[in-house]
């Protein structure tokens, strides 16, 4: 069994108590480009642009926000990075790990950030956000997740279903994970719940974002949704800030914001000033769990302190903004420099809750459980002992991590030493701290946060339901 999926099991029992699986190797071919009239690089953009809504970052919440949100405004989507169509890097999982991950370059799909823990990890830069250069796992949300979050279940199904239609598939199973599965069923994590979108405890074949050809879809595939005549959608598109204006003792409103396109021109893009109805036209940050709160940072809205020893002028002293990170263990982000490119610096504190050593300790003696059961028994290698596997798996340099300790049999030292991210990190704007139910950014007007939830499908549903709703 080869390291890598060896971690993905440790870190999938670790974080979630129950086993997903999803096919993980097919052909090479490309995708089909849609060909959206709307997309354009953001050197074409007028230097000033008016709209109803302005959508910044066109990730898994971005992408279904604006398509909805199409229907009866204006929207102007920015996204930083390119176009997902046509690279054989997104549509292939194959690519994920060697091509994507590991392209360091400042064009790279992938941000390259390193929390302060020393963990290595990713942020997307190119439409669809995570969705196109991720894993594909595909899992519907919790009950008790959308109970808590106060969504209304019927909303929340009626998005499922616009969702899978179009992105969501059933994974082609290769022979090893039939073992996988069939081993973890034999070491009784049960029940079977075969192949099933829903979350639930136990073993289940997941859904997956690789269609029967091997074809990577993203939440970019939502944009088919779109009204072409009221959308634009801007590529290599950075924004630096979002505009404040204040009269009197009043609120400061939102209502504009400033990108640069890739020959480093600055344009400016304003909300219309003209009415519609009861609602206020809007700006929505939806640019992924790091970049939302940096960029309410660069704005002005965050920890007066902080924001004032790196010269950005205060709008709204905040301390919460940024702090209340997780990657499935917490803490929180500050900026490094006022270069809305560069990653802002990110410490999660993993294994701070023995709770979460725990889940690693017993997900990894599961593990063993399985690589010792009869249906696991033509992938072993006899001759290869488990405690070698992890004495392997040790010595990888896959952090950056200081080694403590030297006892190789404790499975506690083990998961410290082998920490690794399976790129679930949230927060950094949490509801009742920096944004209310609604999502609007407290103590400011006319600007909410959507996503920066932890998985794609949480990302997509807040999306969706908020620009059907609007
Ligand atoms: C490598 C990896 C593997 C993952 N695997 C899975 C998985 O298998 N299953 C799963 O459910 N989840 C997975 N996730 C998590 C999932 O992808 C995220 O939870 C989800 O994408 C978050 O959605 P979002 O809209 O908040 O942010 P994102 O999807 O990250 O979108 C944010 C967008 O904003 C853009 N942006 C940021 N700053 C700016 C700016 N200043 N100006 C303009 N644009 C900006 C970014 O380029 C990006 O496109 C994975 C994530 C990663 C990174």
Redesign the pocket.
């Known amino acids: 069994m080869g390291l890598f999926v060896l971690w993905m099991l440790v870190a999938s029992i670790a974080n979630s108590g129950s086993f997903c699986l999803t096919g993980l190797s097919y052909p090479d071919d490309d995708q089909n480009d849609p060909n959206y009239v709307f997309l354009h690089e953001a050197t074409s953009a007028p230097a000033i642009s008016y709209y109803h809504y302005i959508v910044?970052?066109?990730?898994?919440?971005?992408c279904p926000l604006a398509a909805t949100l199409s229907s009866k405004y204006n929207v102007l989507l920015?996204?930083?990075?390119g176009s997902p169509y046509g690279n054989p890097n997104i549509t292939n999982l194959s690519s994920f790990h060697n091509n994507t991950?590991a392209d360091l370059s400042s064009t790279s799909l992938?941000q390259r950030f390193i929390s302060e823990d020393g963990v290595i990890n990713?942020?997307?830069?190119?439409?669809g956000?995570?969705?196109s250069?991720?894993?594909?796992?595909?899992?519907r949300a919790e009950p008790k997740y959308v109970k808590d979050s106060s969504w209304d279940d019927k909303l929340v199904n009626e998005s499922y279903e616009w969702v899978e239609k179009f992105v969501v598939f059933k994974p082609k199973i290769e022979a090893w994970q039939s073992a996988v599965r069939d081993g973890l069923l034999e070491v009784g994590v049960l029940p079977n719940n075969g192949f099933t979108f829903d979350h639930v405890n136990g073993t289940k074949i997941g859904g997956t974002m690789f269609d029967q050809n091997g074809h990577r879809h993203t939440a970019a595939d939502l944009l088919r949704y779109a009204n072409p005549k009221r959308i634009t959608v801007l590529l290599h598109?950075?924004?630096g800030r979002v505009l404040f204006r204040s009269k009197g003792n009043q609120k400061p409103v939102a209502y504009g914001v400033m990108?640069t396109d890739a020959s480093g021109m600055r344009h400016k893009a304003y909300l219309k000033q003209e009415g519609l109805g009861l609602m206020k036209n809007e700006i929505v940050l939806?640019?992924?769990?790091l970049?939302s709160p940096q960029?309410l940072m660069l704005s002005g809205v965050g920890p007066a302190d902080h924001l004032r020893s790196l010269n950005i002028t205060v709008v709204v002293d905040q301390p919460l903004v940024g702090q209340g990170m997780s990657d499935n263990p917490m803490k929180g982000i500050f900026l490094k420099t006022k270069n809305?490119n560069a990653n802002p610096l990110v410490t999660f504190n993993y294994f701070k809750e023995p709770r979460d050593l725990q889940r690693c300790v017993n997900g990894v003696k599961t593990i063993e459980k399985v690589v010792a059961s009869k249906a696991f028994s033509k992938f072993r290698f006899d001759s290869i002992s488990f405690q070698t596997l992890l004495n392997l798996t040790s010595s990888f340099p896959i952090n950056l991590v200081p080694k403590t300790g030297n006892d190789s049999t404790s499975l506690e030292q083990f998961c410290r030493n082998t920490v690794t991210t399976?790129?679930?990190y949230?927060g950094g704007c949490q509801v009742g701290k920096v944004i209310d139910q609604d999502h609007k950014v407290l103590g400011v007007d006319s600007l909410k946060v959507y996503?920066?939830?932890?998985?794609?499908?949480e990302?997509i549903t807040t999306g969706w339901d908020y620009g059907r709703m609007t």
């Open positions: 910044i970052g066109g990730g898994a919440a971005g920015i996204e930083r990075g991950l992938s990713s942020r997307a830069r190119v439409l956000g995570g969705t250069i991720n894993a594909g796992f595909y899992s598109a950075t924004v990108f939806s640019a992924g769990a970049g960029l809305p399976i790129w679930h949230h996503g920066n939830q932890d998985s794609e499908q990302a």
